[in-house]
C-alpha cells in the first residue's frame, strides 16, 4: 500500500509540473505576439559571482544587459534578454549575449502590451522553458509504469 501512495505521489507531481511547464510554454509563445519598438542598449557586460553549495564554490556567470524603450511616451527600462535567462557556470554563452547586444547598440524590444515595463529582446521559448513540462511528462509515465508493474507482482 505504501508504494502504491508513493507512486501515485509521483504521478500528482508529475501532472502538477507538466500544467506548470504548459503555462511556461505557452506563455513563451504568446510572447511572439507582442507588439515591437526601438530600444537602445545602455548597459552590456558579463556579470559573475561565486556560489556556494555543499561547501564547494562554483564561478556563476550571467550576461547583464540593460536597455532602454519608449511606449505611448514612457521611457522604460529592462534587462530581460529572453525568458530562458539564467546564470550558468559557463561564460562562453553569456559572452555571446554581450556580443549580440554592445552597450550603445539599437535593438527591437518586445513588450506585454498589458504591461509595457515587462519586455524582452528575444521572444519565443528557450530551451529552458521546455524543462518542467518535460520532468512532469517523465514523472506521469514512470509512476504510471511502476504502478501497473507493482499490480502485476
Given at each position: ?42 548597459h552590456a557586460k558579463v556579470a559573475s559571482y561565486d556560489s556556494r553549495s555543499d561547501g564547494k564554490t ?33 561564460s562562453s554563452g553569456k559572452e555571446e549575449i554581450v556580443r549580440r547586444y554592445p552597450m550603445g ?49
Amino acid at each position: 500500500m505504501r508504494k502504491i501512495i508513493t507512486f501515485v505521489a509521483v504521478i500528482v507531481l508529475g501532472v502538477g509540473f507538466s500544467v506548470w511547464g504548459w503555462r511556461l510554454i505557452a506563455d513563451a509563445y504568446l510572447t511572439l505576439s507582442w507588439p515591437k519598438v526601438a530600444g537602445t542598449v545602455v548597459h552590456a557586460k558579463v556579470a559573475s559571482y561565486d556560489s556556494r553549495s555543499d561547501g564547494k564554490t562554483t564561478r556563476m556567470y550571467s550576461a547583464d544587459v540593460r536597455y532602454t524603450y519608449t511606449v505611448n511616451g514612457t521611457q522604460y527600462s529592462s534587462g530581460r534578454v529572453s525568458l530562458g535567462d539564467s546564470s550558468t557556470n559557463s561564460s562562453s554563452g553569456k559572452e555571446e549575449i554581450v556580443r549580440r547586444y554592445p552597450m550603445g547598440s539599437q535593438v527591437i524590444v518586445y513588450y506585454d502590451p498589458s504591461r509595457p515595463e515587462d519586455a524582452l529582446l528575444e521572444p519565443g521559448a528557450a530551451f529552458i522553458t521546455h524543462i518542467p513540462f518535460a520532468f512532469g511528462l517523465l514523472c506521469v509515465f514512470a509512476g504510471l509504469i511502476a504502478f501497473f508493474r507493482k499490480g502485476k507482482s
